[in-house]
Each structure stands twice: as structure tokens, then as C-alpha cells.
Antibody, heavy 121, light 107 residues
């Protein structure tokens, strides 16, 4: 069965960095685009970033462009999100989600359980 | 960027009643690439509907989606106790954006 498991969250001071990981299993990881989505406390879902199945294309929401970097290692079936210059408003639960095969427009059919990132001094 | 506006913000209904949730897009959604997700407290979202009207695997037929262009609707024909949750719409035709969510609560 498809599983996505995030790790790497925690409490971090403003201006510092953090790297989130999402370990994937149960499907051919290298065939799918992957996404990061976050949800601030009591708020809605916010799409953050996508990476193509082969890692050659990445796109970001304006709110994180230039601060966050999405990457993947298909040999390790793992997705990453590097979070730099963190701000208190980045406090949220971060989810990884599976997108479409190859580079087709697609919904998110599987989600990780989410990992909490708290930015506070 | 396509902005999705969901209404109402909160829907108070009783089990057995019909729920109608709206999702309006700021511009036409390409190829009706519109999805609906259900989220319960402390859980990740779960895919319900994609392509505006196609039920995801394992989703009961009391959930149905309709609409096209800029106006979309999620209908729950008869609310079961487990259906009280937050529902999010998402468009995936032009990058990806979510609506702000509709909470369906027990009246």
C-alpha cells in the first residue's frame, strides 16, 4: 500500500533553517510528481511546491519562492523540502502528497500524516 | 493564480440531511480539473472527488460532485456521523490552489 511518512519537523528560531523529508513506499516513486502542502493552525490548505517525477522541474508558491527548495532522491524514494529564513508565519503542519504520473496535471491521491514545524524564539 | 472561494464557511446540519457545498473559481478551471478533499481533526486530507465529478476509490456514492467552468458543487446526499468534517476544493488545471474550506458541523 502507498505510504508517505514525513520527518524532520520541530521547533526552530526565526531566521534558521530546517529540512523536511518524506519517505515514500508502496509505489514506483520515480514515476510521480510530488508536492508539499502546509496548513497553519486553524487555517486552510496552502500548496507550496511541486517537483517533477525526474526532478528536473520545480515550481513554487510565491509565498515561499526563494526561501524553500524542493528536491527528491529517486534512489532513496524520498522527497525533501529545505526551509530557509524561517518566519513565525511559516508555523504549520507540512504534508507531502503524491501528484500525477509523469508530468500530467493531477490531484493529490495520497498524503502523508503531516509534520509540525513551529517557528518561535 | 486561480482563487477558489468556498461557501458557506460553516454548514450546520443534522445526520440524514443533505449537504450542498459550493466552490467558485476566479477564472475558468481548465478541463474541469477540480478536486474535493475531506479532512477530519488531526488527520491528513482524503481525496473524495476529482475531475469535478469522479469519485475516488472507496468513496461512498452519497458523495457527488458537479459543475464546470467556475462553479462547482459537492453534495452529500444523506449525512452520516462520520461525514462531519472540513471539506476543501482544489483546482489543478493551472498550478494548484485550494479553497479556504467549508466546515460541516452537527446541528
Amino acid at each position: 500500500q502507498v505510504q508517505l511518512v514525513e520527518s524532520g519537523g520541530g521547533v526552530v528560531q526565526p531566521g534558521r533553517s530546517l529540512r523536511l523529508s518524506c519517505a515514500a513506499s508502496g509505489f514506483t516513486f520515480g514515476d510521480y510528481a510530488m508536492h508539499w502542502v502546509r496548513q497553519a493552525p486553524g487555517k486552510g490548505l496552502e500548496w507550496l511546491a511541486v517537483i517533477s517525477y525526474d526532478g528536473t522541474h520545480q515550481y513554487y508558491a510565491d509565498s515561499v519562492k526563494g526561501r524553500f527548495t524542493i528536491s527528491r532522491d529517486n534512489s532513496k524514494t524520498t522527497l525533501y523540502l529545505q526551509l530557509n529564513s524561517l518566519r513565525p508565519e511559516d508555523t504549520a503542519v507540512y504534508y507531502c502528497a503524491r501528484g500525477g504520473e509523469q508530468w500530467r496535471p493531477a490531484y493529490f491521491d495520497y498524503w502523508g500524516q503531516g509534520i509540525l514545524v513551529t517557528v518561535s524564539s | 493564480e486561480i482563487v477558489l472561494t468556498q461557501s458557506p464557511g460553516t454548514l450546520s446540519l443534522s445526520p440524514g440531511e443533505r449537504a450542498t457545498l459550493s466552490c467558485r473559481a476566479s477564472q475558468s478551471v481548465s478541463s474541469n480539473f477540480l478536486a474535493w478533499y475531506q479532512q477530519k481533526p488531526g488527520q491528513a486530507p482524503r481525496l473524495l472527488i476529482y475531475g469535478a465529478s469522479r469519485r475516488a476509490t472507496g468513496i461512498p456514492d452519497r458523495f457527488s460532485g458537479s459543475g464546470s467552468g467556475t462553479d462547482f458543487t459537492l453534495t452529500i446526499s444523506r449525512l452520516e456521523p462520520e461525514d462531519f468534517a472540513v471539506y476543501h476544493c482544489q483546482q489543478y488545471g493551472s498550478m494548484w490552489t485550494f479553497g479556504q474550506g467549508t466546515k460541516v458541523e452537527i446541528k
